[in-house]
């Protein structure tokens, strides 16, 4: 029998789609090239748009794979159960504690034809089984942390995906060790909130990428990070591994007190601009991208101003922005709710500022040199990838294969890109 996954959401979940992927291989399946026996929709609960795109995903899959036992897991059913289990028509619902069963669910389900759902609690134990290595890019992800604590005001993730738990070191370097083997030359660490990876085991961040430093990668970059996890002690121990890149996504949200008040958020923008000094004093160039939301619920003009005004005092090299979306089940979900239209013209304010700061961040770049990790062809006209600093660079002229790291001039940029020369 076939089978193949369809994955929403965040890189966590494709580490773990590789681990259902493994799990039913080990279990006599054969990934599908097209129609499959059994569709896996890995899902996503984070924003409105994300959940539309779940109900998307199953409805394809079943008008697509007719006959097909159409799998939902993750995020949605974790947090949204009702919905999950009774207005989508998968055949099998589960959370996320039930993901390494599957086989066995569609196995049962097979046999009965009766609709399974299997929502359970999650445990505050690391599931060793629930994620591999997502070794499909030219960098490869390890999921080292899971869970969330904070409970900002708008978030579901806690809900979704319980409290913090960490892989142990020892699991790290193994898993590192083997995406060293299969040529990766860059490994990303990800995590739910990545920066309290250890507290259940009396560790900290900088314990993981040791712990990929030993397996003898190149290079290791961290994903997104919560601000106020990053101590001066812990930046200095950071610091200290080595081929740890000099880029780090810092999660703003909003560069308001006020309203990083009504988010629930651990830090304001003193703290924050503290911590990306620091950083840049341990990392000289090192690249701050972020995550700005706009249109939280009463968000006035000012704190809105007052959010871009402090993004230009910081200069991102880029930022993500997202409109502020309900998620039923949190407090943001109950305080009044910024109009629509004024939501999109702040979206539009906001990411043209962005533009403006990441073609200046691309200006500053023009004559330095660096190391790119080519990734996949995108053109026969140009090799494209990225920098320690997570710059996208285009070398035209050249075909150089995926993995391959090339010495390169930045010479140019363009609109979301730097051209850089070989040395």
């Known amino acids: ?220 970059r961290l994903s997104s990070l919560e601000p106020e996890m990053l101590t001066d002690e812990e930046i200095e121990k950071l610091h200290g591994v080595n081929g740890l890149c000099p880029h780090f996504h810092l999660s703003l949200q909003s560069g308001s007190d006020s309203v990083l008040k009504r988010m629930n958020r651990k830090y304001d923008k003193a703290r924050y601009k503290h911590v990306v000094e620091k950083l840049r004093e341990a990392f000289p160039g090192c690249s701050i991208t972020t995550d700005m939301i706009v249109g939280f619920p009463g968000e006035t003009e000012e704190e809105f101003f007052e959010g871009v005004d402090f993004a230009r005092e910081i200069g991102f090299a880029k930022i993500h922005v997202f409109p502020y979306s309900l998620r039923k089940g949190t407090v943001a979900a109950e305080m009044e709710q910024v109009h629509p239209g004024v939501k999109s013209d702040r979206v539009d304010m906001l990411t043209a500022a962005a533009v403006d700061l990441e073609q200046k961040f691309f200006e500053t770049q023009l004559g330095t040199e660096h190391t790119v990790l080519i990734e996949k062809p995108q053109s026969h006209e140009y090799s494209h990838g990225f920098t320690e600093s997570y710059l996208p660079v285009r070398i035209y002229g050249a075909e150089l294969p995926r993995h391959t790291l090339a010495d390169v001039k930045i010479v140019d940029y363009r609109d979301g890109y730097c051209i850089g020369e070989l040395i």
């Open 1 to 220: 029998m076939t089978y193949k996954v369809i994955t929403l959401g965040c890189k966590l979940n494709f580490c773990e789609s590789a681990a259902i992927e493994k799990n039913f291989e080990e279990n006599g399946y054969t990934k599908a090239e097209d129609k499959a026996n059994i569709c896996i929709v890995n899902s996503c609960a984070v924003t409105g748009t994300a959940v539309a795109k779940v109900r998307h995903a199953v409805s394809k899959a079943r008008r697509e794979n007719p006959n097909a036992v159409i799998v939902l897991c993750g995020c949605f059913p974790q947090s949204y159960p009702e919905e999950a289990s009774l207005k989508l028509g998968a055949d099998v619902v589960t959370g996320n504690s039930e993901k390494s069963r599957l086989p066995e669910l569609v196995k049962e389900f097979l046999k009965t034809r009766i609709k399974a759902i299997k929502i359970k609690p999650l445990s505050r134990e690391y599931d060793m089984e629930s994620a591999v290595p997502d070794e499909d890019r030219t960098r490869a992800f390890i999921k080292v942390e899971d869970g969330c604590d904070r409970f900002c005001s708008y978030c579901i993730i806690p809900t979704a995906r319980g409290r913090v738990r960490s892989l142990p070191p020892d699991k790290i370097t193994e898993q590192a060790a083997q995406c060293v083997e299969h040529g990766h030359h860059e490994i990303v660490l990800t995590g739910i909130n990545l920066g309290c990876y250890g507290q259940d085991l009396g560790l900290t961040l900088a314990d993981a990428a040791k712990a990929v430093e030993n397996a003898g990668v190149k290079r290791i």
